[in-house]
C-alpha cells in the first residue's frame, strides 16, 4: 500500500508558496503534437516504488537508474533500473535492485538522484534513517547480479553534523563523495559536506564539514539541491533561503590552498535584489564551457511563476551578474514553478521542467534556445504539457537527461497507469524530437 503523507507534507513545509496552478487552456501559444504511449508506470507490482522525484542517470548500454522515495517491499522507497525492450515493440523492463528499510539504521525516503563511481557502484542519499534517523549516504554494489546496499555514513554521527540530505552527490576522481544537508551544522541551517573512502579496505568512509551554513550576517542558509565542480575543485550550489534578501543564493566553496585548511565559502549571488528577481531556488546548477552557471528559481520573476537565470563572472570588477533569461508564465499556459535545474545541449540550448502550468495545469518540458545575435533575447518553446491523458504521467519536479540521439528522459512524481497511490505512483518518460513539431512523450 502507498500514501501520499509526504507529498504533502514536502509541499506544504518546503515550498509553502506553490498553490495549484490554475491556467486558462482555451488558447495554446504553440501549436503542439502530443502523443502518449504509456510503456512503464510505477506501482505495477506489489513491491513496486512509487513516488520517484529525483531525476534519471544512464549507463553505456543505456538502462536507466533512479529512486523512489516510497514503495518497495518495506514502503520506504526503492533503487530501480530500467532497462530498454530487446526488440523495438517491446515494453521496457524495471528491476527493483534495493527496498529500502529492510535492516536497523537503513537510510529511508531517497528523493534525489544517484551518481555512478568508476567501480561501478552506486551511491545516494536517504534524507531519512540511518542510526539517528537523519539520513544516510548508501552505496549499491553489484556481485554476481545481486546487488548490496552498504549504509556508508548516518548523519548526526557528531556534534554540529548535518542533516536531512535532500540531495544527491557528486564524486571526484578520488572517489571522494561530496552533498548538502538541508538542516544541521552549526547553526542548523544546513551544510556542505565531504565523505571520503577508507584508507584500508573495508573500513570506514570519513566525513568531513566543509561549511556550515548561517555563520555570517547574509550568509546562505537551508541548501536543497545539490553540487556542480569545477577543473579547479570549487563546488557550486544554491540555497533556497539565506543571502541578502533572505530569499535565496548562489554559493562557492573553495578548497584551501594548503592541505587541511578550512574551505571558503564566497556568496555569489542573493536572489531578491530588484523587482522581477526571481527568489527561492530549489534546483543544481549547471557550468557551460565559459564558467557561466545557469539555474531556475521556484518563484519570483517577473509574474511570480519562477525563472530561468545566467550568472557570469565580470574580471573588471570581480563581480557576478545575473541575467534573467526567462520569467515563466509570460502566457497563458506557459510553465510554472520550476522546480529543479536544467540541462545544456550542444548548441547551448538549456532544457528543464516545472511542476505546474501547461496547457494541463500539471506540469511542463521546455526549451530555451540561445538568441542568434549577442545581447538578444533568449527563446522559450514548450515543448510538451503533461495530463492530457488520465495515464499520463503529472507533475515533473526534477531535471531531464539527454542521450546522443537527443531524446530526453525524465520522471513524473504523480499520474501513470496504476490506483494504488492517491494521484498514481508515477512515471518514467522519455520525449522525442521530431523536426518541426513539438515532442512526442513515451512514458516507459
Not at 514536502?10 to 503542439?32: E, G, K
Not at 549499491?140 to 545481486?146: A, D, F, H, I
Not at 525524465?410 to 513539431?437: H, I, M, Q, R
Request: one cysteine or more.
Amino acid at each position: 500500500m502507498y500514501f501520499s503523507s509526504t507529498r504533502i507534507s514536502r509541499r506544504t513545509a518546503i515550498v509553502p508558496f506553490v498553490l495549484v496552478v490554475m491556467f486558462a487552456a482555451a488558447h495554446s501559444a504553440l501549436a503542439q503534437t502530443e502523443t502518449e504511449t504509456v510503456l512503464y508506470s510505477f506501482g505495477l507490482q506489489s513491491v513496486d516504488g512509487a513516488t520517484p522525484w529525483d531525476s534519471l542517470i544512464m549507463d553505456k548500454e543505456g538502462n536507466l537508474y533512479g529512486t523512489t522515495e516510497q514503495g518497495g517491499e518495506y514502503g520506504f522507497g526503492t533503487v530501480f533500473e530500467l532497462s530498454p525492450p530487446a526488440e523495438k515493440r517491446d515494453a521496457w523492463v524495471e528491476t527493483v535492485l534495493y527496498s529500502f528499510g529492510s535492516q536497523s539504521e537503513d537510510g529511508v525516503n531517497p528523493y534525489d538522484s544517484l551518481v555512478i563511481g568508476k567501480d561501478g557502484n552506486l551511491y545516494g542519499t536517504t534524507y531519512a534513517g540511518g542510526a539517528n534517523n537523519l539520513g544516510t549516504v548508501f552505496q549499491l554494489s553489484r556481485k554476481k547480479g545481486v546487488w548490496t546496499e552498504t549504509v556508508l555514513y548516518g548523519f548526526g554521527s557528531a556534534p554540529n553534523d548535518g542533516s536531512l540530505p535532500y540531495a544527491g552527490l557528486v564524486i571526484d576522481k578520488n572517489g571522494n563523495l561530496y552533498g548538502t544537508t538541508y538542516t544541521g551544522g552549526a547553526n542548523n541551517l544546513g551544510t556542505v559536506f565531504e565523505l571520503s573512502p577508507p584508507v584500508v579496505e573495508g573500513g570506514a568512509w570519513a566525513e568531513t564539514v566543509l561549511h556550515a551554513f548561517g555563520g555570517a550576517p547574509n550568509d546562505a542558509s537551508l541548501p536543497y539541491a545539490g553540487l556542480v565542480v569545477d577543473k579547479k575543485g570549487n563546488l557550486y550550489g544554491t540555497t533556497n533561503e539565506g543571502g541578502a534578501y533572505n530569499f535565496g543564493s548562489v554559493f562557492k566553496l573553495s578548497p584551501p590552498a594548503e592541505k587541511g585548511g578550512a574551505w571558503t565559502e564566497t556568496v555569489l549571488y542573493s536572489f531578491g535584489s530588484q523587482s522581477g528577481d526571481g527568489v527561492n531556488p530549489f534546483g543544481s546548477l549547471i557550468m557551460d564551457k565559459k564558467g557561466n552557471l545557469y539555474g531556475t528559481t521556484t518563484g519570483g520573476g517577473a509574474y511570480f511563476y519562477g525563472e530561468v537565470f545566467k550568472l557570469s563572472y565580470a574580471e573588471e570588477n570581480g563581480a557576478w551578474a545575473e541575467t534573467v533569461l526567462y520569467s515563466l508564465g509570460s502566457y497563458s499556459v506557459d510553465g510554472a514553478y520550476p522546480f529543479d535545474g536544467l540541462i545544456m545541449d550542444k548548441e547551448g540550448n538549456l532544457y528543464g521542467t516545472t511542476t505546474g502550468g501547461g496547457k494541463y495545469s500539471f506540469g511542463t518540458v521546455f526549451e530555451m534556445s540561445p538568441p542568434a545575435k549577442k545581447g538578444g533575447a533568449w527563446t522559450e518553446t514548450m515543448l510538451y504539457s503533461f495530463g492530457r491523458q488520465s495515464k499520463n504521467g503529472e507533475e515533473p519536479w526534477d531535471s531531464l537527461i539527454m542521450d546522443k540521439e537527443g531524446n530526453l528522459y525524465g520522471t513524473t512524481t504523480e499520474g501513470g497507469a496504476t490506483t494504488n497511490c492517491d494521484y498514481g505512483c508515477g512515471t518514467v518518460f522519455k520525449l522525442s524530437p521530431e523536426k518541426g513539431k513539438a515532442q512526442t512523450e513515451a512514458v516507459l
